[in-house]
Nanobody, 124 residues
């Protein structure tokens, strides 16, 4: 099992940047592919980005391609989401999650471990 804690959320103006971090506890971080998801009020939780266990492959939702970058540091048990050119519609609670697979996985149903979420608010 792995426990996840997100940080780095906050309030930013449109066009600005934020970097989210997700720290994992436990010795098994390397066994998990990781993902970032977001949920806006009244909407379903959707995938934003995912990264493979090794970090060698990634997936991005169309809405964030070219603006967001997911990465991981397995030595630090941490996954990151660099968010640039933020838009008002990026406002949401952002969650990181872990899935016991090797490949970058966009199917939310497969994720087994979740953080508590961090709020990102983009002002227009």
């Amino acid at each position: 099992q792995v426990q996840l804690v997100e940080s780095g959320g906050g309030l930013v103006q449109a066009g600005g940047s934020l970097r989210l971090s997700c720290a994992a506890s436990g010795r098994t971080f390397n066994n998990y592919a990781m993902g970032w998801f977001r949920q806006a009020p009244g909407k379903e939780r959707d995938v934003v980005a995912a990264i493979s266990r090794s970090g060698g492959s990634t997936y991005y939702a169309d809405s964030v391609k070219g603006r967001f970058t997911i990465s991981r540091d397995n030595a630090k048990n941490t996954v990151y989401l660099q968010m640039n050119s933020l838009k008002y519609e990026d406002t949401a609670v952002y969650y990181c999650a872990a899935v016991p697979k090797a490949a970058a996985t966009r199917d939310i149903r497969l994720y087994t471990n979740w953080g508590q979420g961090t709020q990102v608010t983009v002002s227009s």
